[in-house]
């Protein structure tokens, strides 16, 4: 898999903006108007609805 992340760069939570420097499994991430986005463990759970729905984040 090519992954285009710069290594050095630290992953963000686009929910509640927790901090990771490689992003765990359980982390979900999502590409919204071509811009990669990362959400925790805890905020893909609050949103597991929305996401599945495919809403854009702006709805939530």
């Known amino acids: 898999?090519?992954?285009?992340?710069?290594?050095?760069e630290v992953i963000v939570c686009a929910g509640c903006g927790?901090?990771?420097e490689?992003?765990?499994v359980t982390w979900s991430c999502s590409v919204e108007n071509g811009t990669r986005r990362y959400l925790?463990?805890?905020c893909?759970?609050?949103?597991?609805r929305s996401?599945?729905?495919?809403?854009?984040?702006a709805w939530w």
């Not at 898999?1 to 050095?8: L, Q, V």
């Not at 996401?51 to 984040?57: C, F, K, M, P």
């Open 22 to 24: 490689e992003p765990p």
């Open 40 to 42: 925790c463990d805890t």
């Open 51 to 57: 996401i599945e729905g495919r809403l854009d984040s």
């Open 44 to 48: 893909a759970r609050d949103h597991i």
């Open 1 to 8: 898999m090519n992954d285009a992340r710069n290594p050095e």
């Open 18 to 20: 927790k901090t990771a």
